[in-house]
């Protein structure tokens, strides 16, 4: 095969493996869609804590002026911290808010600078616009970062190596909420977690509703204090990712 013919091969192979993996998000966490000799690589990836009794709670999409200070809020009535994967774009438009996060005790991190997937590699582009995304956090939120999530979990080999060269963990998770629908309430988006809520999860649930149907964030804050008497019903803390005992791996 030339290596112009090769090349393309690789990227029709590459945006079909995307295509794929984003249609099969929607079914099963990320490690579980694997095949069982790649799934202890992807444990770590996905999250998996080893601090005793402790759950990652983390959020995604934000900072948005209209679900985060919610969001918040519910988070010191309940004395809870978490993790939360920011947008550079949303951040740009509401710094004020990514201070605000790391002034009341949580952690940022790193999501993209877009919320999207790549329909080829450019390792290039992947690491422009991922040092763009790791300053803004660092700048406008006055902390830095230690974590990258791919926006729909998708982690593919540019974005990953551009994390590692930026210093970032790659961490997906190991339990979600489904609070992107439009017919998520509380109820629905605790019930759906509770299997997944055991010692070690990482928790996924998005404090806006940037790439979710509009209001799903009232589902998330609705399911928080849900989530948090669980958790205390089993002995179980809710936490950020920096306190989670993440086992070092590739970063
Ligand atoms: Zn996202």
Redesign the pocket.
Known sequence: MSAAAHRAGTAVAAALAAATAVEFLHLAPAAVRLPPLRRTLARRTAGHGTAPAHIALTF??GPDPRGTPYVLDALDDLGARATF?LLGEMLERAPALGRELVARGHEVAV?GWY?RTQPYPAPVRDLRELRRATEAVAGLCGARPQWYRP??GVLTAGPALAARRLGLRSVLWTAWGRDWTARATGESVYATARPGLTAGATLLL?DSDR?SAPGSWRATLAALPLIAAHCRAHGLALGPLRDHGVPPGRR
Do not use: E, L, M, S
């Open positions: 995604d999409d994967f999501h919320h926006p729909y998005h790439t």
